[in-house]
């Protein structure tokens, strides 16, 4: 009957003006239709940004063999960004980024065992992006990177070491916040706001359960009790949200 009514609600004369007003319609990501602001205006309004340049995991696995792995799991979407550093030297070629990657797999995956390496992307200091866990860059993939919220998050992870006082390169802080644009855009999400996750484990900085307010572009310390991702790169960290936000085509 729904069906019916919506069918002879958009048929032209005299009805015209209820079948404007019924025939409004959009389609949520499920398929669904449902009445209120047109499609247009719902993209408008959720700020899609471009999808930055993304180099496949193939390039740096390079052939090498992979560790068992488990079942990808995915979240419902991406509500923040966990920003985290290496660790690593900063002194390298950009070229040599797939062996750092390499290593860093071999570490997470092959000597602690973790199901892939915990990060969703990682960004060398060129501002070369590449795609990290498995599971598709596109989707809202479940990583290991960030104790406690890791469902509905993307952990992005500059490659080096980001203390106090060390300079963070323009090139890679460019790219950490066109990755946060593109993936908070589907949630509609402002990166220079506020979002609200529900801890997992209580080996974070709050208790399973407990609902904690992030920004949407945040630090790994902000989740969990560590220096990472270095004092360099959370003082960057307004500038990549004000850029993000930018990219989104946001106004200021």
Same mark, same amino acid.
């Given at each position: ?12 004369? /005299? ?19 449902? &009445? ?8 408008? /309004? ?7 340049? $993304?180099?496949? +995991? ?30 690593? &030297? ?8 797939? +062996? ?32 990290? +866990? ?7 993939? $479940? ?25 963070? &390169? ?9 990755? /946060? ?9 402002? &990166? ?19 609902? /904690? ?26 500038? $990549? ?12």
């Amino acid at each position: 009957m729904r069906v019916l009514r919506v069918v002879l609600s958009c048929v032209p004369g /005299a009805l015209a003006l209820g079948a404007l007003v019924l025939c409004a319609v959009t389609i949520r990501p499920d398929g669904a239709r449902e &009445p209120g602001a047109s499609s247009t205006e719902q993209a408008a /309004a959720r700020h899609y940004a471009a999808r930055p340049h $993304i180099v496949p +995991r193939r390039v740096w696995l390079a052939g090498t063999e992979t560790y068992h792995r488990d079942p990808v799991r995915y979240a419902d979407r991406v509500e923040a960004v966990f920003l985290h550093h290496t660790d690593t &030297p900063n002194r390298y070629d950009c070229a040599d980024a797939p +062996r750092i990657i390499r290593t860093l797999y071999a570490g997470q995956a092959g000597a602690k065992e973790w199901d892939d390496i915990g990060y969703n992307f990682l960004v060398d200091r060129c501002g070369n992006v590449y795609e990290g +866990r498995a599971g598709g860059v596109d989707r809202p993939v $479940i990583g290991a990177h960030t104790q406690g919220f890791n469902k509905n998050t993307t952990g992005i992870a500059a490659i080096g070491t980001f203390t106090e006082g060390t300079p963070v &390169p323009r090139a890679m802080t460019e790219a950490i916040a066109s990755v /946060a644009a593109w993936k908070l855009g589907p949630a509609g999400v402002d &990166p220079r706001g506020h979002v609200r996750l529900v801890s997992s484990n209580s080996l974070s900085r709050f208790p399973a359960g407990t609902e /904690a307010s992030f920004s949407a572009i945040s630090g790994h310390r902000d989740g969990y009790e560590t220096y990472c991702p270095g004092l360099a790169l959370m003082s960057q960290l307004p500038w $990549i949200r004000d850029r993000a936000a930018e990219l989104q085509g946001r106004s200021r």
